[in-house]
């Protein structure tokens, strides 16, 4: 594909359901990044991936919210016994780094609200 | 890990008057510095980046940035602003080992 894609694109959920949520990125990137936007408000780190590895999880909010990225490729952000705060649009980004050019995309996000 | 401080969550200016929202970083290593621009209810979009080459980056839309090591910043400017610039920016800041942080953003809005 051309970019990043991101599903479901948008998603409700009753408070205490679990939900996945899953970032692909363009082929050949080797960093992948999540990020929460509640609304109105900035960017917050969640986690990266370097690879399949995930060299820093300290953005995660709370043990509930987990993520794997396999085969380089695609990642699912997990966020388990959904509360109302967690709503929020989760965005996913792909990074390539090669010599001295720097491409970074952004998907179009999934917009999660807990009822 | 690299870091970003945007001054001021909200800037207000009248059109046609200079646009500047400030961004400084915080990197151990030699940075890459980008600026991106939320519309309401539309998703990131990359005004420009730095990455190591020319110390004032020109981007779109008019924008220009420019990187001052001395100072850890990478000021955004553009020379007059429109009604259309009115956004949410965002600083960001990475190296190469693809740490990528961002800003808080900073809200712009354009009085007529």
């Known amino acids: 594909g051309a970019g990043v894609s991101q599903s479901p694109s948008n998603k409700v959920t009753e408070k205490g359901k679990d939900v996945e949520l899953r970032c692909d990125p363009i082929?050949?990137?080797?960093?992948l990044y999540w990020y929460r936007q509640r609304l109105g408000q900035g960017l917050e780190f969640l986690i990266y991936?370097?690879?399949?590895?995930?060299?820093?999880k300290s953005g995660l909010p709370s043990d509930r919210f987990s993520a794997e990225r396999t085969g380089e490729s695609v990642s699912t952000l997990t966020i388990q016994r959904t509360q109302q705060e967690d709503s929020a649009v989760y965005l996913c980004?792909?990074?390539?780094?090669?010599?001295?050019?720097?491409?970074?995309?952004f998907g179009p996000g999934t917009r999660l609200t807990v009822t | 890990a690299q870091s970003v401080t945007q001054l001021g969550s909200h800037v207000s200016v009248s059109e046609g008057a200079l646009v500047l929202l400030r961004c400084n970083y915080s990197?151990?290593?030699?940075?890459?510095l980008f600026w991106y621009v939320q519309y309401p209810n539309q998703g990131l979009q990359l005004l420009l980046k730095?990455?190591?080459?020319?110390?004032l980056v020109k981007g779109i839309n008019g924008f220009e940035a420019e990187f001052k090591k001395s100072e850890t910043s990478f000021h955004l400017t553009k020379p007059s602003a429109h009604m259309s610039d009115a956004a949410e920016y965002f600083c960001?800041?990475?190296?190469?080992?693809?740490?990528?942080?961002f800003g808080a953003g900073t809200r712009l809005t354009v009085k007529p």
């Open positions: 730095y990455t190591s080459a020319a110390t």
């Open positions: 082929s050949g990137h080797t960093a």
């Open positions: 960001a800041v990475s190296s190469n080992n693809n740490d990528m942080r």
């Open positions: 990197s151990s290593v030699p940075p890459y």
């Open positions: 991936f370097q690879g399949n590895s995930a060299p820093d």
């Open positions: 980004a792909s990074i390539l780094v090669s010599g001295g050019s720097y491409e970074q995309y």
